[in-house]
């Protein structure tokens, strides 16, 4: 992802999720979020190490009981409205809308042919984006809580990049890619600066057995502790990506309640 914390178009600005046994889950993700010497995330409201509200873990109440229970990123676009309207002609599902007074939407969770869930908001100009402490973050040196990345594994790939790529408004990249003897393309969806800010990807070869969910990707100071307390907390190891020197450098977990995301070192 371009930056440490992007805005433009197609750019990812925050995720949250609403779930049951609220309490259970809070212990999960503040144990597992909070590992190493140095913890990007905050045991007590899960903001990250610079105070900010990046992630949202929130009670499921009846007014979400139509969520499904996924991690749904919260994607930045020109017209909330417009993105809503492709959404449904093109075969997706609007779950909410809000709108300003003046009828401009103001922020929607969407369902894509999938029933993968995403969230879009207008674009959030980047003098806005400060620490707890009022500082800036755009230009952080320091390892920070953040959505280091976004994917999503779906059986058709060429086809939902072609759904996304009309809804958010972004250019798309291809990117080859080798499995099972044959080649074929997975795609990133680009920023407005040209880098990616996401992927899309098919079922297979690295991907095979993951869930048609958008998943984002956490980094912690420590992945193998952070690995052993998913586990303890009642959650599963999907899948699990070692180097060369034996240690982690990428996880697939379920949370007790069967949310997945994906942890990274910090």
């Known amino acids: 992802m371009s930056g440490l914390f992007a805005t433009g178009v197609g750019a990812v600005l925050s995720a949250d999720i609403a779930v049951p046994e609220h309490e259970r889950e809070m212990r999960f993700y503040s144990r597992v979020l909070s590992t190493g010497d140095h913890p990007l995330w905050r045991v007590e409201d899960l903001l990250n190490n610079r105070r900010m509200p990046i992630i949202g873990l929130g009670k499921r109440s009846a007014e979400h009981a139509q969520l499904p229970l996924q991690w749904m990123p919260h994607i930045q676009v020109t017209d909330v409205s417009v993105s809503v309207q492709r959404t449904r002609d093109l075969g997706g599902s609007v779950l909410m809308h809000t709108k300003n007074d003046d009828g401009t939407g103001q922020w929607a969770v969407l369902l894509d042919p999938n029933a993968a869930a995403f969230g879009i908001v207008p674009v959030v100009p980047a003098a806005t984006i400060r620490s707890g402490d009022g500082s800036s973050l755009l230009d952080a040196a320091a390892p920070v809580g ?121």
């Open 146 to 266: 953040r959505i280091a990345w976004l994917d999503l594994t779906v059986p058709d790939a060429t086809k939902t990049q072609e759904f996304y790529r009309q809804v958010l408004g972004c250019a798309v990249q291809s990117v080859e890619m080798e499995g099972g003897g044959e080649r074929y393309p997975d795609y990133n969806l680009l920023g407005e600066d040209g880098n990616p800010v996401a992927g899309v990807c098919h079922a297979r070869g690295v991907n095979v057995g993951l869930p048609q969910a958008w998943m984002i990707y956490l980094p912690v100071s420590d992945l193998a502790e952070s690995l052993r307390r998913v586990r303890e907390e009642g959650g599963n190891v999907v899948k699990a990506m070692q180097g060369k020197d034996r240690e982690y450098v990428y996880a697939a977990v379920q949370d007790p309640v069967g949310a997945t995301l994906a942890l990274i070192p910090g």
